[in-house]
């Protein structure tokens, strides 16, 4: 079994930051790609970014130029840096890591409101 743990979620204003972190632990013998998905009230899950094991990442449109993504392979963790947040980005953020199957963390919130 694998096990992750999101944090960094919270209440910003537009224009604000956040960073996302995700530390995965527990039975892992080598991931292939970590990343994010986000689901606001709604809507469906949506990718948000991914990072595989060579350090090769994939954006959605909406978020090209303002979020980062990054991982810590020693750490098995993944880091989400949002920046110049708007409303749009209001939802919950989920991790997930694909190794042997797909986990995926519990949520964080993320709130962008004035």
């Known amino acids: 079994q694998v096990q992750l743990v999101e944090s960094g979620g919270g209440l910003v204003q537009p224009g604000g930051s956040l960073r996302l972190s995700c530390a995965a632990s527990?039975?892992?013998?080598?991931?292939?790609?970590m990343g994010w998905y986000s689901q606001a009230p709604g809507k469906q899950r949506e990718l948000v970014a991914t990072i595989t094991s060579s350090g090769s990442t994939t954006y959605a449109d909406s978020v090209k130029g303002r979020f980062t993504i990054s991982r810590d392979n020693a750490k098995n963790t993944v880091y989400l840096q949002m920046n110049s947040l708007k409303p749009e980005d209001t939802a919950v953020y989920y991790c997930?890591?694909?190794?042997?199957?797909?986990?995926w963390g519990q949520g964080t919130q993320v709130t962008v409101s004035s």
């Open positions: 997930y890591v694909k190794t042997a199957g797909v986990y």
């Open positions: 527990g039975s892992i013998v080598s991931i292939s790609a």
